[in-house]
């Protein structure tokens, strides 16, 4: 469970998923004819996310000019998605994983440790896929600052 051994690597093709969104269902071959940003977070209407969202938030117009669009996935549900979608205006699509199951195939569903006890959660990453469906880049262990930015650089490099 969550082994990153057996997670996505760059070059990989995207791994076949389905998931749930405010618009209906979505899998990867939704994501397929632009390049998509696909980062994992681990809960709505909390400080880390919330900043990482409103990064996202504040380049998209960047983003689309780079036929790139930006998708967040997390374990929350659709209602909890539009609530957070809907207090800090959130623009691109947000993911339920409830089953967890995309966040198993991107390797993304890890142990964790807070205050000496262990317990499984969501990895802040990101993806990069290209038009092809092929990941390009890969940052695991997000640091909130600056990092919309550092993927924002990563697509230019795409074109």
């Given amino acids: 469970m969550g082994r990153k051994d057996m997670a996505v690597k760059e070059g990989d093709k995207i791994p076949a998923f389905k998931g749930v969104t405010a618009d209906g269902p979505i899998s990867a071959k939704d994501l397929r004819g632009h390049n998509a940003v696909i980062y994992f977070y681990p809960k709505d209407n909390t400080p880390g996310c ?15 000019r780079m036929n790139a669009k930006v998708y967040g996935i997390s374990k929350d549900d659709l209602k909890s998605h539009d609530k957070f979608a809907a207090k800090y205006e959130l623009p691109f699509t947000l993911i339920s994983d409830e089953d967890g199951s995309i966040c198993e195939k991107f390797g993304t569903w890890i142990e964790k440790s807070m205050y000496g006890r262990k317990y499984m959660g969501i990895e ?15 940052w695991r262990n997000v640091k909130i600052k600056g990092h919309a930015e550092d993927v924002l650089a990563a697509v230019k490099e795409l074109k």
């Fill in 50 to 64: 919330t900043i990482e969202a409103c990064d996202f938030r504040d380049n998209l117009p960047k983003f689309k």
């Fill in 124 to 138: 802040r990453a990101t993806f990069l896929v290209d038009a092809e469906g092929v990941i390009r880049r890969i």
